[in-house]
């Protein structure tokens, strides 16, 4: 665990980094620092192996404070890559690979099993050890340089923007490894961004750095749920906030406030006659409190013609959700289970709410709408595209079945 408490760090000419930082690091967590340029990410990263040293407050690793453990000791125990993961040209790529445990005086037979562990892992023959970098394709590079990052087996590494000068799509293969290799071997990453998709896509947990501060600290769905202030909503964009609304807006922003209810000592002679009056074919049953019990469709009651019951003996259980459910879930229940809706009940299962399958397709069109430039789509066809793969995201396989439905 690494534990910042009240840590300060002023540069002379009272130039201040970093204020008042308080943080905690679970081990094994991702953690990416993200703000704007001179925030002071770098500096809070670079006190942690003391390659800054504090001004004022401490850091704590395991309990320990860092400042009592020998600083040459601690920076062994840590790794740290910098800025594009470069191979030295003229070692060959078992050298490269097992530089910083020679660094650290490890002896020489134990290397060769962490190379030829370390390489199988990003898919490359034992071969490629004894060529030089030069012979490997850039992409083959690349992942050696990640791999080296993770030779000499320290549990932390810090990480200053090691991608910031690929291309992007070299730069997303090698985030995708580094993640998969961090949770893999349960490293604890604290990885300095500038740029946010990187962070919300590798982070377990975001640091957003103002000025020295720390303005928000926690996992990227909370952030896009709830930016702390319009700086943190800059740094995330409008696009993601968009993406975000959409996503994580809850069912009770598009249910239906008034579903047509009943109390379960009510006769089935009452329910038919407010479905006529109402219009619907299901009526949710409720004891006096609004508690949900159950649903009674038209055909249900059908079934016992003349003969009158209570809803309490005819009613059937239904599946409902919570008002906090997102609604692409909400979606995915409607068109896994096949339903034609869904109720909504609060904390206490009181009967609060009605997500019809027309309400859903609404919000999906809007939210359509919404994101084209144009304000409407060029053709149908193009229509049907964005729509199906809306629903493909919602619900795997259950695209087509928005067709068919057409209330
Ligand atoms: P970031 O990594 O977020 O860009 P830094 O931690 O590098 O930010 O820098 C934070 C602030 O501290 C900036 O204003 C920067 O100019 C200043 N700073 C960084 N390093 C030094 C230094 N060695 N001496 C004086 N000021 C520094
Ligand atoms: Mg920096």
């Known amino acids: 665990m690494i534990e910042f408490k009240n840590v300060s760090k002023v540069y002379p000419g009272n130039q201040v980094a970093a204020k008042d930082v308080n943080l905690k690091f679970k081990d094994g967590e991702f953690i990416c620092f993200i703000g704007a340029s001179g925030s002071g990410k770098t500096t809070c990263m670079r006190m942690i192996n003391r390659m800054n040293e504090i001004t004022s407050g401490e850091i704590l690793i395991n309990g ?11 920076r062994r125990k840590i790794g740290y890559v910098i800025q594009q993961i470069g191979l030295l040209p003229h070692m060959s790529v078992y050298d490269n690979i097992v530089l910083v445990p020679r660094l650290l005086k490890w002896e020489e037979d134990k290397l060769r099993p962490i190379a030829e562990n370390l390489i199988e892992k990003v898919d490359l023959p034992l071969s490629y050890l004894d060529k030089y970098p030069s012979e490997l394709s850039g992409g083959q ?7 080296r990052a993770l030779a000499a087996d320290q549990d932390i590494i810090l990480m200053d923007e090691p991608f910031g000068a690929l291309d992007p799509i070299t730069r997303d293969a090698l985030q995708k490894l580094v993640k998969r290799l961090q949770k893999e071997m349960g490293k604890t990453i604290v990885f300095v961004s500038h740029d946010m998709d990187e962070a919300l896509s590798l982070a377990d947990r975001i640091v957003i750095m103002e000025k020295g501060h720390v303005v928000q600290f926690d ?22 906030l968009n993406e975000a609304k959409t996503s994580y807006r809850t069912v009770e922003t598009i249910m239906l406030k008034d579903p047509v209810s009943l109390t379960s000592e009510r006769s089935t002679y009452d329910a038919l006659a407010l479905m006529r009056n109402r219009r619907v074919d299901t009526i949710f049953v409720t004891d006096e409190e609004s508690h949900l019990l159950g649903a009674v469709g038209m055909f249900d009651i059908g079934r016992f013609g003349k003969n009158i019951k209570s809803l309490q003996e005819v009613m059937d259980k239904v599946y409902a959700i919570n008002k906090d459910t997102v609604i692409m879930s909400a979606i995915r229940d409607i068109y896994n289970l096949d339903i034609k809706n869904l109720p909504v009940v609060d904390d206490e299962n009181k009967l609060v709410g009605l997500v019809t399958r027309a309400s859903v397709v609404d919000t999906i069109y809007t939210n359509l709408w919404e994101n084209t430039e144009d304000d409407t ?4 066809e193009e229509e049907a595209d964005n729509l199906s793969q809306l629903m493909k995201d919602a619900s795997g396989d259950t695209s087509n079945k928005i067709g068919e439905e057409n209330d």
Not at 141 to 147: A, L, S, T
Not at 377 to 380: G, H, L, N, P, V
């Open 64 to 74: 320990k404070n860092i400042n009592d453990m020998d600083a040459v000791d601690l």
């Open 377 to 380: 789509f060029e053709t149908d």
């Open 219 to 240: 996992s990227p769905e909370n952030i896009l749920k709830n930016p702390a202030s319009k700086y943190v909503e800059g740094l995330l964009g409008e696009e993601k």
């Open 141 to 147: 590079q690349q992942r050696i340089g990640v791999i």
